[in-house]
């Protein structure tokens, strides 16, 4: 991994059970997940699309890249941590990009998670149907 040598600011990112550890550099370079290209660990253009969206808000596609390490969830949980990551990174680097990103809803921690299944229902909150007779 001879791009991702030298400085960088660090940040995690968080969304529903995924932890994201994502290293921001700048200049030009291959984005790193989990020590894969981004096209091999989302392949799909509307994955990459989230994924780049602090960089596009900014207009700055080419005046960054990221290595990523995320563990735990679902694709989507993972896409949004690394995404929530690069935005938290973003803003260590300069403060005054905040409220841009803010604005577009990267920098807040979305913490809505599954909810548990309950003992005697049928999910989450389903529970059994009710006969009165």
Do not use: C, W
């Not at 991994?1 to 059970?17: I, L």
């Not at 990221?66 to 735990?72: H, T």
């Not at 990009?97 to 548990?116: H, N, Q, Y």
């Amino acid at each position: 991994m001879a791009e991702t040598q030298g400085k960088y600011t660090y940040a995690v990112g968080r969304r529903k059970t995924s932890i994201a550890q994502v290293r921001l550099y700048a200049g030009k370079g291959n984005s790193l997940v989990n020590g894969k290209p981004v096209e091999e660990a989302f392949p799909l253009p509307t994955q990459k699309a989230s994924l780049f969206k602090p960089f596009v808000v900014l207009e700055a596609l080419d005046k960054y890249y990221f290595d990523a390490k995320v563990q735990g969830g679902g694709t989507t949980g993972q896409l949004e941590a690394i995404r929530h990551g690069i935005a938290r990174a973003l803003v260590k680097l300069n403060e005054d990009l905040k409220p841009v990103l803010k604005a577009k809803g990267l920098v807040t921690r979305d913490s809505r998670m599954k909810e548990r299944k309950k003992v005697y229902t049928r999910g989450a909150r389903r529970g059994k149907q009710f006969s009165k007779r």
